[in-house]
């Protein structure tokens, strides 16, 4: 009986870690455009949603780049030198809200 509860418990503590760390349902695709050191132009698929505005952190390419800004549907944003390197032209960046709450790394 104890072996029963355990599980459950252990059961019920992994959905909702695995809960916890799904992505967004609000985040949008953008084929990346143009490359210059930091700063990245990417062009958006479809509408922008509220959330995009110059100035806000968004988490995107492993990192959380600053909308530095906003031409109808392209995005400039400024990722850190490392990190832009590892983007390619015209690849497929996923975006989405920057809560605060995503790990950085070094």
Same mark, same amino acid.
């Given at each position: 009986?104890?072996?029963?509860?355990?599980?459950?418990?252990?059961?019920?503590?992994?959905? $909702?870690?695995?809960?916890?760390? &799904? %992505?967004?349902?609000?985040? /949008? +695709? !953008? =084929?990346?455009?143009?490359?210059?050191?930091d *700063?990245?132009?990417v062009?958006?698929?479809?509408?922008?949603?509220?959330w995009?505005?110059?100035?806000?952190? $968004?988490?995107?390419?492993?990192? &959380? %780049?600053?909308?530095?800004? /906003? +031409? !109808? =549907?392209?995005?400039?944003?400024?990722?850190? *030198?490392?990190?832009?390197?590892?983007?390619?032209?015209?690849?497929?960046?996923?975006?989405?809200?920057?809560?605060?709450d995503?790990l950085?790394?070094?």
């Open positions: 009986m104890l072996k029963k509860i355990g599980f459950l418990i252990m059961t019920v503590l992994l959905v $909702v870690g695995l809960a916890a760390t &799904a %992505p967004a349902d609000d985040t /949008v +695709n !953008g =084929k990346v455009i143009k490359i210059e050191t *700063k990245v132009t062009l958006v698929e479809g509408a922008l949603p509220a995009i505005k110059p100035g806000k952190n $968004v988490t995107a390419g492993g990192g &959380a %780049p600053k909308i530095l800004g /906003v +031409n !109808g =549907k392209e995005l400039v944003l400024r990722f850190s *030198k490392a990190k832009a390197a590892k983007i390619k032209l015209d690849s497929t960046l996923q975006m989405g809200e920057f809560t605060g995503e950085q790394g070094c």
